[in-house]
């Protein structure tokens, strides 16, 4: 079975033209104790940005595999992954920042609602539901999989409008199902699995 | 005859006093400009790029019509002059301050003015130090004896060591000179 | 008026010789003290002001009635001067006030500063009093003055025959 994710970054740029005004001159004289004053404005514009990534940076794929012992198939015992960025390849580095309010992070799959398959359709379809996904960081919850995609999670803001999150996912294949024998998921598949984070 | 007469008479009136001029205490004086003269208020703009945003690199300020002294600061710079005048009979201090108390504000969210440095440049030697806003008031930037006048270009930058909220945030200094 | 003529024979006795000068009475000028308060001459526009600019003071008295007595030199040929005196209280150095004036009927415009005079008529002395209207411009400089500065012109004839 193999898993596919995908880096998503977006950016949004709010350019405003500043004003041109012109700057301020006093004076004052007399006998006594003087003071006078003069005032300077400041602007900054920070544009709206949003920055997802799941597993490996650099555009680079990863693909999580799980291999199941023959003597195992089928018998609830939990496979761990491999070929993900993050825990000796089990899971995957996952971080979130964004400045524009609360982000909405969705999962969605290339399987059109039937699974992973092996592209055999005799061989039947593992459910996206056999692969649970947990986070080291409460905040940063990952969106359960499922075949026909859509569920949400929501990374709890940092302050304000900003939510700057990591945390490390961990995948593991459930295996309390007894598939065909062969390679199920991959890109090809059904296998590939997009997340998608968004703001208001 | 009659010459004699009346210089005799004015002799005989009048005392030989002489006309005194008293000049009284010399005013003292203080001026302070920022910026372009006319009488409005500059404005220092920082864009920060997205890709940028809170990754701790300094963003430049731009201020349109060369910060108010053309041919003298350099582009993107504010000119600041403090000018003190007192007789030595009357010797003062004159301080240079500034108040940054409220931060810039989009709003919802605000940037203190902590994130905001100045680099001193033009007419050397230094008059006003470079230096970052403290965010309080009455932060002191240069203090010196009259009479003087003390001038400056200033280049500011936005030290863009946070992730904000997106917006535009706005946000006023005073810059005050005292002469007690 | 018997003591005022023995007064008027000594004076005619002590009528200086020709080329001393000798101080003029200004006591029938209508106004004996003037007080002034100086204010600063430069505006700044760019900062950039000579020290001698940054300091600089300056006041004005106008249309200040000077009467002289002249009446002892009534018939003589002189000159007569404004002089400013070399000490002046209040002022450190010479370098820090210049008297400048401009007047209206027979005698001289001119400046001068402590320690020097200048001419303001020659000719014959005509009158018993010699008047004119002065404008006095004074122009100081702030980091030679000291509180109570004040000071007398003096007005002072030379014979000259």
Redesign the interface.
Known sequence: MKLKKLLLAAGIAAALAPAMVQAEQTFTTGAGPLSTAARLDFRIIIPGFLRLRVGTTGGTIDQITFTVPAANVGDSTPIAGTGGDASGGTAANVSVVSNRGQVTITETNNSGGLGLGTGVVLDGFIAYTQISTSTSDGNLLAPALSNAGGNTSLPVITAGQVTNRSAVWTYSYLNTTIPSAGTFGGSANGGRVTYTATTP | MR??A???????V??????????????????????????????????????N?GDGVPVA??V??QG??AG?CPANT?YV?I?G??????SRTVTLSVDSTQP?S?G??T?P?TQ?DWISTG?PPVSIPSGTFSGGAGQVLVSFQN???A?QCLR?R?LNQS?????????????????? | MRACARLLALLLAFVPPAGAATRLDDSLSPRQRVEIVPRWVSESTSGRLSNEQLNALVAEVRQFEVRLNTAKYVGREAEIYLRLPVAIIGLHSPAGLRLEWRTRGRFASGSVRPGERMLLFRGAISQPVMEDTFDFVLHFDGRYIQRGLQFDPIYEIEILR
């Open positions: 010459w004699l009346t210089a005799a008479l004015l002799f005989c009048a005392d030989a006093t002489a006309i005194t001029i008293v000049v009284g205490n010399t005013p003292t004086r203080v001026s302070l400009r920022v910026g372009s003269p006319g009488g409005q208020i500059d404005l220092v703009t920082f864009t920060v790029p997205a890709a945003v300020g731009t349109p019509g108010g002294l003298f504010v002059e000018e005048r007192a007789s030595p009979a009357n810039l989009n919802i969210d940037i003015f905001i007419f009479s003087r006048v001038l500011f936005y992730v904000v909220g997106a917006g535009t945030y706005n946000g006023r200094v005073v810059y005050g000179v005292t002469m007690p």
